[in-house]
């Protein structure tokens, strides 16, 4: 079965550069979600998108925005990097029902290393 | 704002042995309640989701419960095994977000 996939996988940048990051959710999910995990933490939620707008907003810093295109994948952008922008992110997709949350499957994710 | 508890933070157990993980949130008002695993440095593998209106899910040796009014799941594993060594994370959904607690390490030993 298709899973999320997420591109790069690994990506070193020094401070102050910028990073996209890109997420293909699984087909016919229309939504997706961004989540940040520090080392030995628990994964952050950061931002999600359903049907291309903006659903929900978490703790994702001004430096950083998202969007989500006409074939439904996602790009990060994280600009001005700074070292504790050091973490995995990882993009999730599902299928919403109106009214209900739903499985939410994530990807391999993104580590991204600040220099 | 929702928060999600975990406990214990670690368990080491000898193979065979039947556990219980924990978890417990602060808001009741759910959707579902979602159990991962993760390995070290890799993703999110979810394991069982239980919406607000079921009291349990099985799938194979794995069982978990969910009680909305106490704000509490349990993730039963039975006859455990070295590969189900990981860390279990618990994410409880409000609808568009999923919210987790900070996982058990679990470590099956042979």
């Known amino acids: 079965a298709a899973g999320v996939i997420q591109s790069p996988r690994h990506l070193i940048k020094e401070k102050r550069e910028t990073a996209t990051l890109k997420c293909y959710p699984i087909?016919?999910?229309?939504?997706v979600y961004w989540y940040q995990q520090g080392p030995g933490q628990d994964p952050q939620f950061l931002i999600s998108f359903y049907e291309k707008m903006q659903s929900d907003k978490g703790s994702i810093p001004d430096r950083f925005s998202a969007q989500q295109f006409s074939d439904y994948h996602s790009e990060l952008n994280m600009s001005s990097l700074e070292l504790g922008d050091s973490a995995l992110y990882f993009c999730?997709?599902?299928?919403?029902?109106?009214?209900?949350?739903?499985?939410?499957?994530f990807g391999p994710g993104t580590r991204l290393t600040v220099l | 704002k929702q928060e999600v508890t975990q406990i214990p933070a670690a368990l080491s157990v000898p193979e065979g042995e039947n556990l219980v993980l924990n978890c417990s949130f602060t808001d009741s008002a759910i959707y579902n309640l979602q159990w991962f695993r993760q390995d070290p440095g890799k993703g999110l593998t979810s394991l069982l989701l239980?919406?607000?209106?079921?009291r349990e899910q099985t799938s194979g040796r794995l069982n978990a419960s969910l009680d909305k009014s106490s704000g509490r799941s349990t993730l039963y594993i039975a006859a455990s095994q070295p590969g189900d060594s990981a860390t279990y994370l618990c994410g409880s959904n409000s609808g568009s977000r999923l919210t987790f607690g900070e996982g058990t390490q679990l470590t099956v030993n042979p």
């Open positions: 087909p016919r999910h229309d939504t």
């Open positions: 239980i919406q607000s209106s079921q």
């Open positions: 999730a997709s599902s299928y919403v029902r109106p009214g209900k949350g739903d499985e939410q499957f």
